[in-house]
């Protein structure tokens, strides 16, 4: 017999369930003890039906494979961990991410699924943080853990445990920030269950079908609306791979059979030898596509697996994007942040008025290890932001992150726990690229060591630029100095790097990339600009140049001069580009 659940019921349980999503990331938050995570807020939390289906959540698809291995060999009171994402068929893409997952029952019955991954501040391997930039292999990257037992039918598996903080730098971090995921896939197992309490295990899964097929209809009208039968194709680079290689093509085709939108990456480079390789399975894959559809076109609809039906993915095997073991994949995020750019770039041809510019375009990195001077180890992690792009409803933010609901870790916190000083945090000028509504700036952040160590980054979109869209400018590329005790000089150091040895009072002057611009800047307000010079984000050459505004010697905009300076580029000009690449690898070696 078939549940029927009426709207409101309906709409009760939707809220209660996006509720109990981010009462998990509240109860990670308070237990964690690392900055990556308790400050960072670097952990991704769902909540799935009995089939392992996301309805609420980051990421999915990955539960039934996990379940698959264990052949229904799912207990109440049991938790599940791994980290290797070789082994979980890319739930997770690097082996600092730990996965946990439980099973959720209702009086004994399975009416469900609670997972939340977090990034590790240390799991072993060759450097401390266990990215390293030069790895040529998954086995240079820290240990690896399959799908296990952490609690079995309730009961500590403390073998696991060890095993996993043995292999640590940090295993104090690690243990808290572990138990901290796994309460927070039990806080959503108790809602669930409260859930089904409150109106019957039969009305609660009828409810989350429901969902399914609210989002699958709703994902079936915008591939109607925005992808073509005809392909539409994109092309953006990564610089490197750590190892000198590079830059590396990411192409990505889509078009519509049908009801079915493709997503095509045939194009796209071989695996690198370095440890860029994302290995992406077809269901993750798909999820991108899909929260990038919804959050572009209709932010309004509910964000889960309900619309997997309706997308083929392609991804030739050995790619950049489906790499074969062992390849390296410690440095993923550089290739996982131009996904999302391959994806604004074509679906804007079809639908520019709605899509994006490209943004700084990985997870920048900062590392800093070392003894102090009582011997103890110490070991700061922290991801650092850059420019987020220039968009049809304004300006892009500066030094944001392009994850949902990360922060930066608070100065107060790096500088009470590490021996460091942080001197200054500030946007770049000219780093956000000129546009109707400007593409956001990078950040410059400083840091003043006190103690010796090592340091080790990891960057991009140093090479390559962010690219503005519909007549928007690209935006500014990253880079990384060292300023030694006593030099005169600032010290050039690559995007990728391990193990920098530093000293007290060395400073690191880590510069993000920005973003690209939306929209023709010789239509942005002349005031706007006016702003932006006097917030230090744009310079006066900057906006003569590139929005063709003149200040008088007050500071205010002269409105003839900048009158006749716009005649005066659109004449050189002629009509804006649809998009502004600054620099293209291909057409560079083509000449």
Same mark, same amino acid.
């Given at each position: 017999?078939?549940? *029927?659940?009426?709207?409101?019921?309906?709409?009760?349980?939707?809220?209660?369930?996006?509720?109990?999503?981010?009462?998990?990331?509240?109860?990670?938050?308070?237990?964690?003890?690392?900055?990556?995570?308790?400050? *960072?807020?670097?952990?991704?939390?769902?909540?799935?039906?009995?089939?392992?289906?996301?309805?609420?959540?980051?990421?999915?698809?990955?539960?039934?494979?996990?379940?698959?291995?264990?052949?229904?060999?799912?207990?109440? &009171?049991?938790?599940?961990?791994?980290?290797? !994402?070789?082994?979980?068929?890319?739930?997770?893409?690097?082996?600092?991410?730990?996965?946990?997952?439980?099973?959720?029952?209702?009086?004994?019955?399975?009416?469900?699924?609670?997972?939340?991954?977090?990034?590790?501040?240390?799991?072993?391997?060759?450097?401390?943080?266990?990215?390293?930039?030069?790895?040529?292999?998954?086995?240079?990257?820290?240990?690896?853990?399959?799908? $296990?037992?952490?609690?079995?039918?309730?009961?500590?598996?403390?073998? $696991? #445990?060890?095993?996993?903080?043995?292999?640590?730098?940090?295993?104090?971090?690690?243990?808290?920030?572990?138990?901290?995921?796994?309460? =927070?896939?039990?806080?959503?197992?108790?809602?669930?269950?409260?859930?089904?309490?409150?109106?019957?295990?039969?009305?609660?899964?009828?409810?989350?079908?429901?969902?399914?097929?609210?989002?699958?209809?709703?994902?079936?009208?915008?591939?109607?609306?925005?992808? !073509?039968?005809?392909?539409?194709?994109?092309?953006?680079?990564?610089?490197?791979?750590?190892?000198?290689?590079?830059?590396?093509?990411?192409? #990505?085709?889509?078009?519509?059979?049908?009801?079915?939108?493709?997503?095509?990456?045939?194009?796209?480079?071989?695996? %690198?030898?370095?440890?860029?390789?994302?290995?992406?399975?077809?269901?993750?894959?798909?999820?991108?596509?899909?929260?990038?559809?919804?959050?572009?076109?209709?932010?309004?609809? #509910?964000?889960?697996?309900?619309?997997?039906?309706?997308?083929?993915?392609?991804?030739?095997?050995?790619?950049?994007?489906?790499?074969?073991?062992?390849?390296?994949?410690?440095?993923?995020?550089?290739?996982?942040?131009?996904?999302?750019?391959?994806?604004?770039?074509?679906? &804007?041809?079809?639908?520019?008025?709605?899509?994006? %510019?490209?943004?700084? &375009?990985?997870?920048?990195?900062?590392?800093? %290890?070392?003894?102090?001077?009582?011997?103890?180890?110490?070991? /700061?992690?922290? /991801? /650092?932001?850059?420019?987020?792009?220039?968009?049809?409803?304004?300006?892009?933010?500066?030094?944001?992150?392009?994850?949902?609901?990360?922060?930066?870790? !608070?100065?107060?916190?790096?500088?009470?726990?590490?021996?460091?000083?942080?001197?200054?945090?500030?946007?770049?000028?000219?780093? =956000?690229?000129? =546009?109707?509504?400007?593409?956001?700036?990078?950040?410059?952040?400083?840091?003043?060591?006190?103690?010796?160590?090592?340091?080790?980054?990891?960057?991009?979109?140093?090479?390559?630029?962010?690219?503005?869209?519909?007549?928007?400018?690209?935006?500014?590329?990253?880079?990384?100095?060292?300023?030694?005790?006593?030099?005169?000089?600032?010290?050039?150091?690559?995007?990728?790097?391990?193990?920098?040895?530093?000293?007290?009072?060395?400073?690191?002057?880590?510069?993000?990339?920005?973003?690209?611009?939306?929209?023709?800047? #010789?239509?942005?307000?002349?005031?706007?600009?006016?702003?932006?010079? =006097?917030?230090?984000?744009?310079?006066?050459?900057?906006?003569?140049?590139?929005?063709?505004?003149?200040?008088?010697?007050?500071?205010?905009?002269?409105? %003839?001069?900048?009158?006749?300076?716009?005649?005066?580029?659109?004449?050189?000009?002629?009509?804006?580009?649809?998009?502004?690449?600054?620099?293209?690898?291909?057409?560079?070696?083509?000449?």
């Amino acid at each position: 017999m078939t549940i *029927q659940v009426d709207p409101i019921t309906l709409d009760i349980i939707e809220n209660a369930l996006m509720n109990a999503r981010f009462e998990m990331d509240g109860v990670v938050m308070r237990i964690s003890l690392s900055p990556v995570i308790r400050e *960072q807020h670097d952990a991704f939390p769902m909540i799935c039906n009995d089939r392992g289906q996301m309805i609420v959540g980051q990421f999915g698809s990955y539960i039934p494979a996990i379940v698959e291995q264990y052949e229904n060999d799912i207990n109440d &009171g049991d938790v599940f961990v791994w980290n290797d !994402p070789y082994a979980c068929k890319g739930s997770i893409s690097h082996n600092n991410d730990w996965c946990v997952m439980m099973p959720i029952f209702h009086n004994g019955v399975l009416v469900g699924f609670s997972s939340i991954f977090g990034h590790m501040v240390d799991v072993g391997g060759k450097v401390p943080g266990s990215m390293p930039a030069d790895s040529r292999s998954i086995w240079e990257e820290g240990l690896r853990v399959p799908p $296990v037992r952490i609690y079995d039918k309730g009961v500590l598996n403390q073998g $696991v #445990l060890d095993i996993m903080l043995n292999n640590s730098r940090t295993p104090d971090m690690n243990r808290s920030d572990l138990m901290a995921l796994i309460a =927070g896939a039990r806080t959503a197992a108790t809602r669930v269950r409260e859930l089904c309490d409150r109106f019957g295990r039969g009305t609660y899964m009828a409810a989350c079908d429901l969902l399914l097929d609210r989002t699958r209809e709703a994902m079936r009208v915008l591939i109607h609306k925005y992808i !073509p039968e005809e392909p539409v194709s994109f092309t953006d680079y990564v610089d490197d791979d750590g190892l000198g290689n590079g830059p590396f093509r990411m192409t #990505l085709s889509i078009y519509r059979k049908g009801d079915i939108a493709v997503f095509d990456w045939t194009g796209t480079d071989p695996q %690198a030898e370095g440890p860029i390789n994302f290995h992406i399975h077809e269901g993750l894959c798909k999820l991108f596509f899909g929260v990038y559809m919804i959050m572009a076109f209709d932010p309004e609809m #509910l964000f889960n697996e309900g619309f997997y039906d309706l997308f083929e993915i392609v991804l030739p095997e050995g790619s950049l994007l489906n790499p074969r073991f062992p390849a390296a994949l410690s440095n993923r995020l550089n290739t996982h942040t131009r996904f999302f750019d391959c994806q604004a770039g074509a679906l &804007g041809q079809r639908a520019p008025h709605l899509s994006m %510019a490209a943004g700084y &375009g990985t997870s920048p990195h900062f590392i800093f %290890a070392g003894h102090d001077s009582d011997d103890k180890y110490f070991q /700061l992690m922290e /991801l /650092l932001f850059g420019g987020v792009p220039g968009r049809p409803r304004g300006d892009g933010l500066d030094g944001h992150a392009w994850w949902p609901l990360f922060s930066a870790t !608070p100065i107060e916190y790096i500088e009470n726990y590490y021996p460091v000083m942080v001197e200054r945090y500030r946007p770049i000028k000219d780093s =956000g690229g000129a =546009g109707l509504h400007r593409g956001g700036a990078g950040i410059e952040k400083v840091y003043r060591l006190l103690e010796p160590g090592t340091i080790s980054i990891h960057d991009d979109r140093e090479i390559v630029p962010p690219w503005g869209i519909n007549g928007g400018l690209y935006g500014g590329t990253s880079s990384k100095w060292v300023l030694r005790q006593g030099a005169s000089e600032q010290e050039r150091l690559p995007s990728k790097i391990d193990n920098c040895p530093v000293a007290p009072g060395d400073s690191v002057i880590f510069r993000t990339a920005g973003s690209g611009g939306w929209g023709d800047p #010789l239509d942005r307000e002349p005031d706007l600009v006016a702003r932006d010079i =006097g917030y230090d984000l744009v310079s006066p050459e900057q906006a003569e140049r590139d929005y063709g505004v003149v200040l008088d010697e007050g500071g205010a905009v002269d409105a %003839a001069a900048t009158a006749a300076a716009r005649t005066r580029l659109r004449k050189a000009r002629g009509a804006p580009a649809p998009f502004s690449f600054g620099y293209e690898p291909s057409k560079e070696a083509a000449e």
